[in-house]
């Protein structure tokens, strides 16, 4: 009630000093008319009183408030007008609350300010809520007095408050939310002041003395000389003369603050802390200098500065928790200028923080976006931005769907508008990029998994926490015989299950099944396999697996023809089982019932060669070398064969060592010599420098080299040519032998490493297998180019160390530890 502190101090001292002035005026002149000596008194007394009408003068100039008077009541029940009441009080005072009741001057503008106010929400002071016109119809009515705070736009508070005065209404108007007004202005209606003043000055003392605040006058030497009722009750007295003998102050600071009204000459405003009546109550004491001393009002402000600082709490509430939303936050005031902003807000558009703490209008802050390429590209600028700035005057109740902005820089906003509560607009920025890029990737892997279950041959479905079942794929429909939109609609486990039952009547697993959909226990909540056979012979394997969100996916996958195959696999297994036991058994009755014979006749063979049985002659002699040949044949083809079984039977070892892999193949192409005189083709050696030692089996390389020479001369004509060599490259060394050949054509190159298989120039067809197989043992592999009528070379690939499956254990941790000590040192 700061303004009405104002208004009633003014009217105490103008109209106070005023009617005592013309009282005594008055009297004064009636008792010395006539004479020269009156006229004197009397001029002196009218000088007296201009004085006090320009003290009068100065304070309704400071006066922040106005007072609004009626001679008579406006209007009765059947009237809605407010009258001609008068008004008092400053030309700035009344444009101000003309403003604060969104209201424009006129030839009346009392009416106009009182129209203009009188429907706002209103606040009693004992919290009712109301309206200015239902409790100014109460006074004039009835002589109920009111004290209303009216809560205008931007946050402004308006006290009211009305009493009635003899027979007249007064009604004080202040805007609490001003704390001053300039002086300077403040002329507007003293004259009619003093007229009114004038006409009836003990009717205005009446009012002063039925405000509803304390109010007194003190004189320059500090001494009180005037309370109203208020002020005595206040100060727990009984009567204005025990208050002005005992000198009764309503607080400790009145002393101090009057001496400083008086030497300031200017009112002094302070708010202090007062017991009154028991309670603490927060006072403001208004005093100010006139004639003659000083005169003040105290005005409860408790409910204002209660008001006050809850409304400075919650706006600091409010700020620090939009401070420390995700969301840019910026809010504009009525005259559409910046009133907050927080942090994510300045992030977000990086604006110049210097900019933004001028305040610049919603306009301003368009336009430097746009700058900025922070808004959407429109087609018509002027227009988008003419209807964001007319949101300002729409109604409270009307609803601003939410926006999304994209930004030409790739970003994408969700603009919220919303009107503030203490006015204005306030928007709501949230960077949505990353989110709708996740919705869009996330709707995108929905609509690939869909479209992959519907891919599946597997049956799907799943099944949630409810029983309902939420997706399955075309493949579950099939195989169960569901018809088209049978499932729609989310039908429960229950249904899905009879309709299988057709198919497979079991109820003990769809219990088990149904358990693990909708049990929620951890015993419960686990995967399970199982399998079907249905009632038209299908075999089904089905698998349940609980999902993180707690549904349950089910899966079927029909393996009968899975299980007719593994039966004719079985079958096949049992038969390959007895071929290689017969094939085993085969293979030592050959070693027993073969071997012993050859060995014999070969044995008897050289001795009859070397004149056992006496000189052979030259006759018999080529039979008897044709009988050595074969014998020499057939055991080599014999140990072949021998060797393969041991392979196939896992028993072959290597007896591995440091061989050197020059001599081998020199001791094999010695060996081998004479047949390719024999059949007149060159033989040529050429072995690497350093193709050095390596770990293997001397007697398998040797067996390969021969097998390799032995072949190659198969198949080459006389005058021909083999070679057979040895390169070391990096840690593996190449053992090759090449011909110029008959070449072998593309479609038998991949069965020349296959068991006897045999060419068109006859052999075993064991010699290249075993080749393979020896490099095999040894962690090495054999590579074949050909090509027909230009030859062929074979080049066995094989590790400096050994790691094959025919390494012993104990030699291969041996060569491991030998490459790990190489590799330290």
Known sequence: MTGQTFQIATLLVTFGSMAFALVVGVWAFRKTAGSRASQAIWRRRTAELEDRIARADSVFGAHPGLVVVWDEPPFDEADTGWGQPKIFGSSVALASLLRFAEATDGPDPAAILMEGLADYEARSSSGEETTLRRRFQDLMQQGRPFSLTIIGPSGRFLEVDGRAAGTQLVVWLSDSTIRGLEESGARGRIEEARRVVSKDPVAFLDMLGRAPFPAWRINASGRIEWANPIYIKAVDGDVLDDVLQNQTYLDAGMKEQ????????????????????????????????????????????????????????????????????????????????????????????????????????????????????????????????????????????????????????????????????????????????????????????????????????????????????????????????????????????????????????????????????????????????????????????????????????????????????????????????????????????????LRTPLTTIGGYADMLAHGFAGELTDRQKEPMSAIQSASTHLAKLIDDILDVAAIDAGKLELDLGDVPIGEVISEAAELVAARADHESIKLDVKIDKEAGLLRADRNRLKQVSMNLLSNALRHVDPGGHVEIGARRADDQITLWVKDDGEGISPEQQAKVFERFSRGERGGAGLGLALVKEIAQLHGGWVELVSEPGKGTEVSCHLPLEPRGKGVPPELALMGSTTAKLSETV
């Open 258 to 593: 009057t001496t400083k009204a008086i030497e300031a000459s200017a009112p002094v405003s302070e708010i202090r802390i007062v017991v009154v009546n028991g309670r603490r109550r927060a006072m403001e004491f208004l005093i100010f200098p006139v004639s003659g001393g000083a005169a003040g009002i105290a005005i409860d402000q408790t409910a204002s500065e209660e008001a006050k600082a809850d409304l400075k709490r919650f706006r600091r509430a409010h700020d620090e928790t939009l401070n420390h939303m995700a969301e840019a936050v910026v809010v504009f005031d009525r005259s559409k200028r910046m009133s907050f902003h927080n942090t994510a807000f300045t992030k977000l558009f990086k604006l110049d923080d210097a900019w933004l703490t001028e305040r610049p209008g919603h306009a301003q802050m368009l336009d430097r976006m746009r700058e900025k390429r922070l808004l959407p590209e429109q087609a018509d600028y002027s227009a988008w931005k003419a209807d964001e700035l007319a949101r300002y005057d729409d109604s409270p109740n009307d609803e601003s769907p939410d926006e999304l902005w994209p930004l030409p820089d790739g970003r994408t906003l969700r603009v919220a508008r919303q009107r503030h509560p203490l006015g204005g607009v306030m928007l709501i920025f949230e960077d949505k990029t990353d989110e709708l890029a996740l919705k869009a990737r996330y709707n995108t892997l929905i609509n690939v998994q869909r479209a992959t279950l519907d891919k599946l041959h597997e049956a799907v479905a799943v099944f949630g926490a409810d029983g309902r079942l939420q997706l399955n794929n075309n493949a579950f429909e099939e195989l169960w015989g569901f018809r088209a939109g049978e499932l729609e609609g989310q039908p429960f486990f229950d249904d899905v299950a009879e309709t299988c039952a057709a198919l497979f009547a079991d109820d003990r697993v769809w219990t088990d099944i149904k358990g693990r959909v909708t049990d929620p226990s951890p015993q419960a909540r686990k995967q399970v396999t199982g399998e079907m056979r249905r009632s038209d012979e299908r075999v089904l394997t089905y698998l349940t697996r609980p999902l993180p969100d707690g549904a349950t996916l089910i899966c079927w996958d029909d393996v009968t023809d899975s299980r007719r195959i593994e039966e004719a696999l079985r079958e096949r297994a049992e038969a390959l089982e007895a071929s290689e036991r017969i094939k085993t058994e085969f293979v030592e009755h050959v070693s027993y019932q």
